[in-house]
Structures are given as structure tokens and as C-alpha cells.
């Protein structure tokens, strides 16, 4: 079965940091491309980060250009997410998800793991 | 960016109904684009990509159609479980965007 289980999230403080890992099973991860996507509390979704197969190719949202990086460790089937600068703005639920342009959906998604962030 | 910009944004129908969600972008997506349906506290589920091609495992009430800037989500004859939020997401070009969402209500 494939699956896709995140960890990581929690409570920080503006300005903040935080990293957050995606742990993939059941498929051969390092031939997808795999993406991260954020839902603020009773908002729609918005697309956060992309990452090549490779990692060659690494793209992010204006919104968290320049604070957040994407990267990923074929050898543990991980993609993470390094959250710097975090804002109240960026509270929300984080979903990582198998695929991006490449392979035109998102599928599956991990179950989300809430960041908020707060003083 | 393209925006997609989803109607109804909320919808009250029956069990048994046939609706249908449409999906307009702002320029030319050629068949890119995918949907998704979510329940309360639950991540997103892959119904139709590609435009029109049935997720495995999906049923096949679900359908989707349309090319380039006009898209179309249908469910033929709406169960108790299709009660949820759908939202179309494009993919083809970065940034990603999704649109607001249509939240699908029983009547």
C-alpha cells in the first residue's frame, strides 16, 4: 500500500523554525517527484513546494520563497520541509503528496500535520 | 499565476441528484487539471486526472470533462458519502494552485 505519513509539526513562535519529514512506503520513491501543500484552519489549499525526482529541480510558492527549503533523502524514502522566519500566516496544515506537474495529480496525500504558529 | 475559480462555491442537493462543480481558469491549461474531494479532518482524495481519467478505485458516478480554460466535475446520482468539499487543482504550469473549493451540503 502506498503510503505517505508526516511528523514534525507543532507549536513555535514567530520567527521560528521548524522541520517537517514525509516518510513514504509502498512505492519506489525515488522516481517520483513529491510536493508539499498547506491548508490554513477552514481555508482552502494552497501548493507550497515541489521536488524533482533528483532533487535537481526544487520550486516554491512567492508566499514562502526565501524562509522555506524542500529536500529529500532517497535512501530513507524522506522529502522534509525546513520552515524558517515562520509567520501567523503560515499556521496551517501540512500535507506532503506524491507527485507535481510531472505526473499531473497529487496522489496519495499523508494525513497532514498542523504547525501553528504563536507567542 | 492562473487562477481557477470554482461554481458554485456551495451547493444543497439530494441523494439520488446529478450535479455538476465547474471549474474555470484564467488562461489555457490544455487538459492539466485534477480533482479532489475532502471530508472534515481528512487530507484531500485524487478523484479525476488528466481531466476526464477515473482514479482507480473511484466510482463511476464520478466524471469529468472540458479542455483549456473550462472544466467539469459531475456525480450522477449523489450518495450520503459524496457529501464533502471538492476543489480542481491545475498542473500545468508553477506555481500549483487550487481553486476555493465547492462545499456539496445535503439538502
Known amino acids: 500500500e502506498v503510503q505517505l505519513l508526516e511528523s514534525g509539526g507543532g507549536l513555535v513562535q514567530p520567527g521560528g523554525s521548524l522541520r517537517l519529514s514525509c516518510a513514504a512506503s509502498?512505492?519506489?520513491?525515488?522516481?517520483?517527484?513529491m510536493s508539499w501543500a498547506r491548508q490554513a484552519p477552514g481555508k482552502g489549499l494552497e501548493w507550497v513546494s515541489v521536488?524533482?525526482?533528483?532533487?535537481?529541480?526544487?520550486l516554491y510558492a512567492d508566499s514562502v520563497m526565501g524562509r522555506f527549503t524542500i529536500s529529500r533523502d532517497n535512501s530513507k524514502n524522506t522529502v522534509y520541509l525546513e520552515m524558517n522566519g515562520l509567520r501567523a500566516e503560515d499556521t496551517a496544515v501540512y500535507y506532503c503528496a506524491r507527485g507535481g506537474q510531472s505526473t499531473g495529480r497529487f496522489d496519495p496525500w499523508g494525513q497532514g500535520t498542523l504547525v501553528t504558529v504563536s507567542s | 499565476d492562473i487562477q481557477l475559480t470554482q461554481s458554485p462555491s456551495f451547493l444543497s442537493a439530494s441523494e439520488g441528484d446529478r450535479v455538476t462543480i465547474t471549474c474555470r481558469a484564467s488562461?489555457?491549461?490544455?487538459?492539466?487539471l485534477a480533482w479532489y474531494q475532502q471530508k472534515p479532518g481528512k487530507a484531500p482524495k485524487l478523484l479525476i486526472y488528466a481531466a476526464s481519467t477515473l482514479q482507480s478505485g473511484v466510482p463511476s458516478r464520478f466524471s469529468g470533462g472540458g479542455s483549456g480554460t473550462e472544466f467539469t466535475l459531475t456525480i450522477s446520482s449523489l450518495q450520503p458519502e459524496d457529501f464533502a468539499i471538492y476543489y480542481c487543482q491545475q498542473l500545468n504550469s508553477y506555481p500549483l494552485t487550487f481553486g476555493q473549493g465547492t462545499r456539496l451540503e445535503i439538502k
Open positions: 488562461q489555457g491549461i490544455s487538459g492539466s
Open positions: 521536488i524533482s525526482n533528483s532533487a535537481y529541480t526544487r
Open positions: 509502498g512505492f519506489t520513491f525515488s522516481t517520483y517527484a
